[in-house]
């Protein structure tokens, strides 16, 4: 089964510095996506970037990369020159298929907040 | 346009009530979606439709009833609830794009309180 690991509950950042949010996932299959996205204190989760198990090189969305380390099963999204509107919850997330359709596996996320 | 809209944005239900949540998308997708979200926790999957067809139910309790009338809208049904069903409702669509894979996109969400 597959499983998502987010062991920072928060985060405290001062505006503008970079900001790494960890990830590790576990999963037998070998091909697989892992997802990430925000979700400000208004509700809706807004997909950030997407990294593919095969894919050679590691996503980058604008201001957000994800470092993808394969074989230390880690995907931790890195958000670089932070703003004021970063703060959220940030969840990490890894498809799985369950009878043909698809099912997103979340972490507990984490509270990224984010000081002037 | 990654834009999936639901109404309502806030509901109040007493435990008699019948209600119903809705959610919309123009995208073409062909997967829809309903989450269940606690505070300070993650979306918890409830259904999921493929084609308009119910492929997934995580054993959600029958007071819940998903309706996917064509492949635009979802609602969410909601019977003889509990207070403890108080929560924010998400719904999402899903396309397959190439390099992405398939990936989700969420609408703003309901908020629902049971009395």
């Known amino acids: 089964a597959q499983k998502i690991t987010q062991t920072q509950p928060g985060m405290f950042v001062q505006e503008k510095e970079a900001v790494t949010l960890d990830c590790t996932y576990d999963t037998s299959d070998p091909s697989y996506g892992l997802f990430w996205y925000k979700q400000p204190s208004s509700g809706e989760m807004i997909f950030l970037i997407y990294?593919?198990?095969?894919?050679?090189q590691n996503a980058t969305e604008g201001r957000y990369s994800l470092n993808f380390q394969k074989a230390r099963k880690s995907a931790n999204l890195v958000i670089s020159a932070s703003q004021l509107g970063d703060s959220a919850m940030y969840f990490c997330?890894?498809?799985?298929?369950?009878?043909?359709?698809?099912?997103?596996?979340f972490g507990q996320g984490t509270r990224l907040t984010i000081n002037p | 346009d990654t834009e999936v809209t639901q109404t309502p944005k806030h509901l109040v239900m007493g435990m008699t009530n019948k209600k119903s949540l809705k959610c919309e998308q123009h995208?073409?997708?062909?997967?829809m979606y309903w989450y269940k979200q606690k505070a300070k926790k993650p979306p918890e999957l409830m259904f999921v439709y493929s084609y308009e067809k119910l492929s997934i139910n995580e054993s959600v309790p029958s007071r819940f009833s998903p309706e996917c009338p064509n492949s635009s809208l979802l609602n969410l049904h909601l019977h003889a609830l509990q207070p403890e069903d108080s929560a924010l409702y998400l719904c999402?669509?899903?396309?397959?794009?190439?390099?992405?894979?398939?990936?989700?996109?969420f609408g703003p969400g309901t908020r629902l309180l049971v009395l």
């Open positions: 999402a669509s899903s396309l397959r794009l190439a390099g992405r894979g398939e990936t989700q996109y």
């Open positions: 997330a890894m498809r799985a298929i369950i009878q043909g359709a698809q099912k997103l596996v």
């Open positions: 995208m073409g997708h062909r997967a």
């Open positions: 990294q593919g198990s095969y894919d050679q």
